[in-house]
């Protein structure tokens, strides 16, 4: 075993994982002595997830060794779901499983066998968007509940003044324009998916604030 994480608020996994399995089929998680990571692509390498947790978030954190898993993030989620709310999640792992320790009325104990993966762990791509912007999270949320109304995709755009979302079809248009108070130079506009948008947007119930770039053509980076 060359780690073992306690955790006694055990939604910070559960809820980062609900978030993340909408996302992506399997990712790789590192652990060292700062902390627990995630980095993963989608199948069809449109969405990047980066997660970190640091240690000092845990109420127990032992690493010996840097340690490398892949597992399958629906069984996972699967699992941490039947976590109760006032269980201690402990993980763990040996050289074929990620064990799953909850602690509480009742100590359950359940294995998921790691996967060997192919690939590398996807470094997160080096972007600077030209335009920064803060919204509250349900304000976002919104927005792209109104854009669906007509369309699956819509338009982020921002310039000196305005964060505008908006999205046209056949049947209608949608548009929301919001004072941004940012100093930002020029304009700029990309499009994309609001079904991915959606997923991305599931883990904002960490933060009631999240920081939107854009540029042109680029991708959409939320944090």
Sequence with gaps: MNFKIVLNDNKIFKESFDS??????????????????????????????????????????ECNVPDRICVDT????????RCKKNDTLELSCDDNNLIVVMEGDVTRKFKIR????????????KLNPPAVVLLESDMLKDFITDMELFNSNLDFQVDEDFFTVESSSEFGDSKCDFYHGEEINGSYK??????????????????????????????????
């Design 190 to 223: 990309s499009s994309f998916s609001i079904d991915k948008l959606k997923l991305i947007m599931k883990a904002s119930r960490f933060s009631p604030v999240v920081e939107v770039g854009v540029g042109n053509d680029m991708p959409v980076i939320i944090n």
């Design 114 to 125: 790691l996967i060997d993966s192919l690939y590398e762990t996807p470094v997160p791509p």
């Design 20 to 61: 993340i399995s909408n996302i992506v089929d399997e990712t790789i998680c590192n652990i060292d002595s700062d902390g627990f990571r995630i980095n993963a692509i989608d199948r069809s390498h449109i969405c990047f997830v980066s997660l970190d947790l640091h240690k000092e978030l845990f109420d127990e954190f």
């Design 74 to 81: 629906h069984e996972f989620n699967k699992i941490l779901k």
